[in-house]
């Protein structure tokens, strides 16, 4: 009975450097898992609010943990795609991963924490209250919290174009970018 009553809620976290702002897209397994195309889903909304913010950028970059079924896929390359050829500012998108084992966001380790250490003082009771809390863990600089309602079904899309010949697990870097309206992701292979 105890496990019956209790729902697992997801937030996907990032660090806006620019303007030092997390932001947390937050859903529960009502709505979806932690799929690839559900992480694409939260990077694609997350990028929305980040277009939203920062109006003057053009090109940003994303860091991202190496785990290939979430992070290191052409779901999410075809997610970032997406992106660019719905809005007008941003040109360019790279995504960069860290090295197995290390992380290369700290300040998203900083947010868990920070999220953690508020959490164990609270008692929440739906997924609403997790919103609502995680408005209040940094009073001074509050958390961008997104409720994700809508996920975009890019693992299909994905199937269909040529992104899936990139050699994902030895990639470090992706980068897509609109050339003319037409959108290009090029890869970045290490060697061994």
């Known amino acids: 009975m105890f496990y019956k009553r209790k729902l697992s809620v997801y937030n996907m976290t990032g660090h806006l450097s620019t303007k030092r702002k997390a932001l947390c897209v937050v859903w529960h397994e009502g709505q979806a898992g932690r799929s690839g195309n559900d992480i694409a889903s939260a990077v694609y ?10 109006p003057e950028i053009n090109t940003l970059t994303i860091w991202s943990d190496s785990c290939i079924p979430q992070n290191k896929n052409s779901i999410m390359s075809t997610a970032i795609t997406h992106f660019l050829l719905n809005q007008t500012k941003i040109t360019t998108v790279q995504q960069k991963f860290a090295e197995p084992g290390h992380s290369a966001v700290q300040e998203v380790d900083n947010i868990h924490s920070q999220i953690e250490r508020r959490l164990k003082t609270m008692e929440i009771n739906s997924p609403v209250a997790l919103v609502k809390a995680l408005q209040t863990v940094n009073i001074k600089n509050p958390f961008i919290v997104l409720q994700l309602r809508q ?3 890019f693992q299909t899309v994905a199937k269909k174009t040529n992104l899936t010949a990139i050699p994902y697990s030895k990639v470090r870097l992706i980068q897509c970018f609109v050339y003319f309206s037409n959108t290009y992701c090029q890869q970045m292979v290490c060697s061994n």
């Open 45 to 54: 909304r997350m990028l929305q609010e980040v277009e939203k913010i920062c």
């Open 151 to 153: 996920f975009l079904d």
